[in-house]
């Protein structure tokens, strides 16, 4: 295998790759390359790709925008609460800290913890099955 930094120094991707210290492929020419290490190359590139698709993914309250989405296509508003089991909570707060998006918590009046997504105040129902989401309500 090729070192990471050998490789950037001696020209890499755009130049002439070194042969491989350990015997590997000996017998490939100078400026050639086995087809392992491209395969290596790809698959780091694909690696980072995937790094960066994550970081910027909102996989974790997807569900919970679906719910508002269908919400605010019947009712022309955003809801004002839904109801979500404990999973489903961890992932939005967890989806706060990651992008570093301001968190407002509290408690309403029954002293369940709420937590707020948009326009819609997010009810932590520990009771529930973790992964549920309940359906969209307004004030009562």
Do not use: C
């Not at 925008?65 to 019947?74: A, D, F, I, M, V």
């Amino acid at each position: 295998m090729i070192d990471r930094r050998e490789l950037l120094t001696l020209g890499g991707l755009l130049g002439i790759a070194p042969a491989p210290a350990n015997g590997e492929g000996a017998a490939v020419g100078a400026g050639q390359v086995t087809d392992r290490q491209v395969q290596n190359v790809v698959d780091a590139i694909n690696n980072v790709k995937t790094l960066i698709e994550k970081q910027q993914s909102f996989n974790e309250i997807n569900e919970v925008r679906k719910s508002q989405y269908t919400y605010l296509r019947g009712n022309n508003k955003f809801p004002d609460f839904i109801d979500i089991g404990i999973d489903i909570w961890l992932a939005v707060y967890d989806w706060h800290i990651r992008l570093q998006q301001p968190l407002v918590l509290g408690r309403d009046n029954n002293g369940r913890y709420t937590m707020m997504l948009g326009f819609t105040t997010l009810v932590l129902r520990p009771d529930w099955v973790p992964t549920v989401i309940g359906i969209p309500y307004d004030q009562r």
